[in-house]
C-alpha cells in the first residue's frame, strides 16, 4: 500500500514502455500515483494518464523554470482544469534559484498567482524549492497558503525550514536523496518530520535512490524510499507505507 506523491510518468523518458513501467509499479505495491503536469506540453500528457489509469491522479501547474512561458490564459486554463475529477492540487509551482531559466521576479509573480488560485478553488499546492528556502516560506506566509496547504516536494531544506512549513499545513515529502549515503540533511528533517506530516515520492525520471542511482527513476522505487524512511523512523516498512498512505488520501482525496 504506497503512495508515489510526485512522479512525471508522462516524460519522454517512458515513451517505450510506459505501460510496464506503470505494471511494475502495481507490483511493487504501488496504490497509488499523483503525476504532475507543470507547463503547456506536460499538463494535457498527465490529464491523459490520469484518465487512463483509476490509480492514478494529477496535479496541474506552472513550474517556475517554465515560468517566463506562462501567459494569462495559461492560468484560466488552470482554474478550469481544477473542475475535472482528477486533478487533485496545483502544482508543481514554487521558485527554483538554482537552474534559474527564469527571472526571479517573473518566478515570483507566477508563484504568487497560482497561490491565489489555489485559494480561490480550494485546492492544495505542491511546492518545488530548489535553493530558495527563504523566498518560498516567505511567499507561502505573504500568500496565506496555509489556507489550503500542501506538499513540500522532495525536501531538501533544514529542519527550521520544515517546521515553518508544518505550521504553514504543510506536509514533507521526500525521495530518492533519503537513500543517499552523504545525504546528512534531509535524513535528518525526515527523523523530526511527525509521521501525520509525512510524504513519500520517487519525482521519476529523476533522483533515483541508492542502488539505482543514476538511472532512469519509476515509482516502484518508491519502495526503497519507503524502505530508508522505515530505518530512519524505526518502523516496520508497511507501517511507512500504510501512514503516508493515509496522509496522502487525507490532503488530496485520492481514495
Ligand atoms: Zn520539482
Ligand atoms: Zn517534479
Known sequence: MLTDSHAHLNAPEFDEDREETIARAREAGVTRIVNIGFNRETIPTSLKLAEAYDFIW???????????DMLPEDLDWIEELCKHEKVVAIGEIGLDYYWDTSPKEVQDRVFR???????????????????????????????????????????S?????????????????????????????PKEVLAQ???????????????????????????????????????????????????????????????
Open 58 to 68: 494529477t496535479a496541474v501547474g506552472w513550474h517556475p523554470q517554465d515560468a517566463k
Open 113 to 155: 498567482e497560482q497561490i491565489r488560485l489555489a485559494r480561490k478553488v480550494g485546492k492544495p499546492i505542491i511546492i518545488h524549492d530548489r535553493d530558495a528556502h527563504h523566498d518560498v516560506v516567505e511567499t507561502l506566509k505573504q500568500e496565506k497558503a496555509a489556507e489550503v496547504g500542501g506538499i513540500m516536494h522532495c525536501f
Open 157 to 185: 531544506g533544514s529542519w527550521e525550514t520544515a517546521k515553518l512549513c508544518l505550521d504553514m499545513n504543510f506536509y514533507i515529502s521526500f525521495g530518492g536523496p533519503v537513500t543517499f549515503k552523504n545525504a546528512r540533511q
Open 193 to 255: 518530520v511527525p509521521l501525520d506530516r509525512l510524504l513519500l515520492e520517487t519525482d521519476s525520471p529523476y533522483l533515483t535512490p541508492h542502488p539505482f542511482r543514476g538511472k532512469r527513476n519509476e515509482s516502484a522505487h518508491v519502495r526503497l524510499v519507503a524502505e530508508a524512511a522505515a530505518e530512519i523512523k524505526g518502523l516496520p516498512v508497511e507501517e511507512i507505507a500504510r501512514i503516508t498512505t493515509e496522509n496522502a488520501i487525507r490532503l488530496l482525496g485520492i481514495n
